[in-house]
């Protein structure tokens, strides 16, 4: 089988700071992958460089089939194959939860209303959240606001799903309800990287987990190498997460 995302010796720096020093892995289509290290070790940099929210300094990712790291590459495409979803849920706070999900379909996709409003229903009913359609984001609590941005990449309906620590704002509750949905859309074979600190949740749900120190990819494995892990480094991280 061949990757659907793929990475190979990516370099990134902000100024003098080197965030990415030679990053390469690769993932295959239905993958579920959990990337975990401390803050500042540059996980929500890959994710971004995939998505081209960043740019790489050296190196090639290929997504899709696209070239990222290519200057000519295809935005429009890449944005409708990727969806990404962050840590602030970004939605509109004058717009309904219904009208936030169409806004994309409609300029974006150039979908006819009524098509629209049915793939939006459907993003929503997917979450669990088909009865706040004609809601605002003000009247939803996190986990509710977290979930219609997640609805809102699903409804553009593509290849590959990116999640940036995306229940690091929300409590145990609500954290729960999110990873519930992401749990569901990685049992039905959506391909996604998540960037998370739910080490229960990688542990149970993910295919691979990656490790990463320092700007490199430091351990790679199953679940199961949470329990055994095979550096000091990652052995420290995971004791001092306890």
């Given at each position: 089988?061949?990757?659907?995302?793929?990475?190979?010796?990516?370099?990134?720096?902000?100024?003098?700071?080197?965030?990415?020093?030679?990053?390469?892995?690769?993932?295959?289509?239905?993958?579920?992958?959990?990337?975990?290290?401390?803050?500042?070790?540059?996980?929500?940099?890959?994710?971004?460089?995939?998505?081209?929210?960043?740019?790489?300094?050296?190196?090639?990712?290929?997504?899709?089939?696209?070239?990222?790291?290519?200057?000519?590459?295809?935005?429009?495409?890449?944005?409708?194959?990727?969806?990404?979803?962050?840590?602030?849920?970004?939605?509109?706070?004058?717009?309904?939860?219904?009208?936030?999900?169409?806004?994309?379909?409609?300029?974006?996709?150039?979908?006819?209303?009524?098509?629209?409003?049915?793939?939006?229903?459907?993003?929503?009913?997917?979450?669990?959240?088909?009865?706040?359609?004609?809601?605002?984001?003000?009247?939803?609590?996190?986990?509710?606001?977290?979930?219609?941005?997640?609805?809102?990449?699903?409804?553009?309906?593509?290849?590959?799903?990116?999640?940036?620590?995306?229940?690091?704002?929300?409590?145990?509750?609500?954290?729960?309800?999110?990873?519930?949905?992401?749990?569901?859309?990685?049992?039905?074979?959506?391909?996604?990287?998540?960037?998370?600190?739910?080490?229960?949740?990688?542990?149970?749900v993910a295919d691979r987990i990656i490790y990463m120190h320092q700007g490199t990819v430091w351990e790679v494995g199953p679940?199961s190498m949470l329990d055994n892990p095979q550096t000091p480094e990652l052995r420290t991280f995971l004791n001092n997460g306890?």
């Open positions: 089988m061949s990757a659907i995302v793929k990475l190979d010796q990516i370099y990134k720096s902000f100024g003098a700071n080197q965030v990415l020093k030679g990053v390469s892995f690769e993932v295959e289509k239905g993958e579920m992958i959990a990337i975990i290290g401390a803050s500042g070790s540059g996980k929500s940099t890959a994710l971004r460089c995939i998505d081209r929210l960043e740019k790489v300094d050296a190196g090639t990712i290929e997504v899709c089939g696209m070239r990222v790291d290519d200057p000519q590459v295809d935005l429009h495409r890449l944005r409708q194959e990727v969806g990404i979803v962050f840590q602030s849920y970004n939605l509109f706070p004058h717009l309904t939860v219904q009208e936030n999900i169409m806004l994309a379909l409609r300029h974006v996709k150039q979908q006819p209303r009524a098509q629209a409003l049915s793939v939006s229903m459907a993003a929503l009913q997917q979450v669990g959240l088909g009865d706040k359609a004609g809601a605002y984001p003000e009247q939803l609590s996190g986990g509710q606001q977290q979930r219609v941005a997640i609805a809102r990449s699903l409804a553009m309906a593509p290849k590959v799903m990116l999640f940036d620590e995306v229940t690091s704002a929300l409590d145990p509750q609500l954290t729960g309800e999110v990873l519930r949905v992401m749990e569901d859309l990685a049992a039905a074979g959506m391909t996604m990287l998540l960037v998370t600190h739910e080490m229960a949740f990688a542990k149970r679940g306890l």
